[in-house]
């Protein structure tokens, strides 16, 4: 039986660099036909903008021993940037800030929720992140409080999964969640 060649730390740091090279070749041949196509439609801006966003999550996702929940993290951060990025080259019609970052910080409500029931022995590892997240939920409510942004529906939506969330993980790891509380904030 023949197996496949286990590529060495020396070559996959020779391919990654190979990638990003290209990458950013691409992401300029992307502008400098934007420029002389259709300089009015700003489409190669957003492309770049996916561009940096895998290589966000590429770079991040090769690290070895990564907390699952920090990559939800950063992914939520990550995100919500290209986003409100893509909302302001579109002439910032403001459905990032009611409707994009919203779902997405459901949908990471939603995975920290199954982690927290799937791994709720290992939740210690997850309440940090947990609590950021909730305060990142908030977020919008805070700017909504200072007329910043209009708090519409989905914007309440996602502050109730975030609270609900955090009851629920709150119940099904108290005793871990007080250990790391404690911990992290010398009480």
Known sequence: M????????????????????????IAVTLVIINKFTTPTIPWSGIANCGIIYIWITVLYSIKRNTNIASHILLQIIAMSLAVLYIDYRLNFYGWSIHIGIPIILMTANIIMLVLAIVGHKNYVRYALYQLIIVFL??????????????????????IGVSLLNFVISLILSYKDFYKIIVCKFHM
Do not use: D, G, H, R
């Open 137 to 158: 939920s908030m977020l919008p409510f805070i700017l909504a409080l200072n007329s910043i942004i209009e708090f519409k529906i989905l914007n309440q939506i996602a």
């Open 2 to 25: 023949i197996y496949p060649q286990k590529l060495t730390s020396k070559k996959s740091n020779e391919l990654v660099n190979m990638l990003l090279i290209s990458s950013i070749m």
